[in-house]
Protein backbone atom coordinates (compact mmCIF):
# COMPACT_ATOMS: atom_id res chain seq x y z
CA UNK A 1 0.00 0.00 0.00
CA UNK A 2 0.91 3.71 -0.04
CA UNK A 3 2.50 5.93 2.04
CA UNK A 4 -0.04 9.21 2.03
CA UNK A 5 0.98 12.77 3.61
CA UNK A 6 -2.35 14.23 4.07
CA UNK A 7 -2.28 18.14 4.85
CA UNK A 8 -5.53 19.36 6.35
CA UNK A 9 -7.46 22.51 4.76
CA UNK A 10 -7.93 26.09 5.64
CA UNK A 11 -10.08 25.21 8.84
CA UNK A 12 -6.98 23.18 10.20
CA UNK A 13 -7.16 19.76 11.11
CA UNK A 14 -10.84 18.93 11.81
CA UNK A 15 -12.62 15.58 12.72
CA UNK A 16 -13.20 15.46 9.12
CA UNK A 17 -10.00 15.25 7.84
CA UNK A 18 -9.05 12.90 10.46
CA UNK A 19 -11.86 11.00 9.54
CA UNK A 20 -10.83 10.66 5.80
CA UNK A 21 -7.54 9.79 7.41
CA UNK A 22 -8.74 6.99 9.36
CA UNK A 23 -10.45 5.76 6.17
CA UNK A 24 -7.21 5.40 4.03
CA UNK A 25 -5.56 3.87 7.34
CA UNK A 26 -8.63 1.37 7.18
CA UNK A 27 -7.66 0.40 3.48
CA UNK A 28 -4.52 -0.02 4.48
CA UNK A 29 -2.42 3.02 3.79
CA UNK A 30 0.45 4.29 6.34
CA UNK A 31 -1.24 8.36 6.44
CA UNK A 32 0.59 11.18 8.16
CA UNK A 33 -1.57 14.19 9.13
CA UNK A 34 0.49 16.98 10.19
CA UNK A 35 -1.03 19.70 12.60
CA UNK A 36 0.36 23.12 10.79
CA UNK A 37 -2.29 25.56 12.94
CA UNK A 38 -0.68 23.16 15.95
CA UNK A 39 -4.00 22.27 17.33
CA UNK A 40 -5.87 25.42 16.01
CA UNK A 41 -9.40 24.82 13.73
CA UNK A 42 -11.28 27.08 12.40
CA UNK A 43 -15.51 27.00 12.21
CA UNK A 44 -15.59 28.62 8.71
CA UNK A 45 -12.84 29.04 5.93
CA UNK A 46 -12.44 33.01 6.01
CA UNK A 47 -11.20 32.35 9.50
CA UNK A 48 -8.90 29.82 8.90
CA UNK A 49 -7.60 31.78 6.12
CA UNK A 50 -7.06 34.80 8.24
CA UNK A 51 -4.97 32.48 10.54
CA UNK A 52 -3.13 31.04 8.38
CA UNK A 53 -2.54 34.55 6.67
CA UNK A 54 -1.33 35.98 10.13
CA UNK A 55 0.84 32.76 10.62
CA UNK A 56 2.46 33.73 7.25
CA UNK A 57 3.77 32.04 4.54
CA UNK A 58 7.59 32.10 5.66
CA UNK A 59 7.15 30.23 9.27
CA UNK A 60 9.77 27.87 10.31
CA UNK A 61 8.42 24.36 9.96
CA UNK A 62 9.87 22.22 12.49
CA UNK A 63 10.08 18.73 13.00
CA UNK A 64 7.63 19.25 15.80
CA UNK A 65 5.19 20.72 13.60
CA UNK A 66 5.59 17.86 11.59
CA UNK A 67 4.50 14.87 13.62
CA UNK A 68 2.00 12.19 12.41
CA UNK A 69 -1.15 12.24 14.38
CA UNK A 70 -3.39 9.45 14.74
Do not use: I, N
Request: no cysteine.
Amino acid sequence: MAEVLLFHHAQGLTPGVKAFADELRSAGHTVHTPDLYDGKTFDTVDEGVAHAREVGSARSWTTASLRPTA
